[in-house]
Nanobody, 126 residues
Framework: VQLQASGGGLVQAGDSPRLSCAAS????????MAWFRQAPGKEREFAAA????????NYADSVKGRFTISRDNAKNTVYLQMNSLKPEDTAVYYC????????????????????WGQGTQVTVSS
């Protein structure tokens, strides 16, 4: 499966942009999905994950309550709604997918994911 992330750009603190991750070459419903991010000079970190069916989600403490991950398997797309953005949310955001045999698991470790999109830059100005 190929993943294409979009929706990033330059935004103001407090804005609420939505990132999209479109999948092609595979059926998204077979994959657990996640968003990771990498800030300048820092290691890539987990942001949010969602199970195959969408029934289970996990969030990093730093984004919990502000970000929402969702998916539309019919559209082969995963979303990351980001609210109340802060300058420290500035990063390249990557969507990732893993073949999942269970519908109730949302992995938080990057090593679990085999498929990665190219990343989309989100820059939050204060």
């Amino acid at each position: 499966v190929q993943l294409q992330a979009s929706g990033g750009g330059l935004v103001q603190a407090g804005d609420s942009p939505r990132l999209s991750c479109a999948a092609s070459g595979g059926t998204l419903g077979s994959y657990g999905m996640a968003w990771f991010r990498q800030a300048p000079g820092k290691e890539r970190e987990f942001a949010a994950a969602i199970s195959r069916s969408g029934g289970v989600t996990n969030y990093a403490d730093s984004v919990k309550g502000r970000f929402t991950i969702s998916r539309d398997n019919a559209k082969n797309t995963v979303y990351l709604q980001m609210n109340s953005l802060k300058p420290e949310d500035t990063a390249v955001y990557y969507c990732a997918g893993r073949i999942s045999g269970t519908t109730f698991y949302a992995g938080t470790e990057s090593r679990e994911y085999s498929y990665w999109g190219q990343g989309t830059q989100v820059t939050v100005s204060s």
